[in-house]
């Protein structure tokens, strides 16, 4: 089984910046693709950045994009999402998600394994 623990959560200021991070147990780590989710109240899960195990390959939102930034680290099993100017749009739980050999999907039923989730609040 694979383990996913994000941290990183709180709130901020629109405007500010929060880095989320994402520690990994139970599986080799370069094996995962790596991604991070999002889900506001009333609204449906919805993919926010990927990081595919192989190749380096990134995916990020256009709701995102320039001002988000996935990464990851595979000597320390972790990714983490680096969140600048942030808008209280991006109010939501964020989840971390990983999938074995995954293509970097932005669908949320393509990733096995999921975290708990940790709150991020914009403040306008």
């Known amino acids: 089984q694979v383990q996913l623990v994000e941290s990183g959560g709180g709130l901020v200021q629109a405007g500010g910046s929060l880095k989320l991070s994402c520690a990994v147990s139970?599986?080799?780590?370069?094996?995962?693709?790596m991604a991070w989710f999002r889900q506001a109240p009333g609204k449906e899960r919805e993919f926010v950045a990927s990081f595919s195990w192989s190749g380096g390959r990134t995916s990020h939102a256009n709701s995102v994009k320039g001002r988000f930034t996935i990464s990851r680290d595979n000597a320390k099993n972790t990714v983490y999402l680096q969140m600048n100017s942030l808008k209280f749009e991006d109010t939501a739980v964020y989840y971390c998600?990983?999938?074995?050999?995954?293509?970097?999907?932005?669908?949320?039923?393509?990733?096995?394994?999921w975290g708990q989730g940790t709150q991020v609040t914009v403040s306008s």
């Open positions: 998600a990983a999938e074995l050999y995954g293509s970097g999907s932005g669908t949320s039923r393509s990733y096995n394994y």
């Open positions: 139970g599986r080799t780590f370069s094996t995962l693709t």
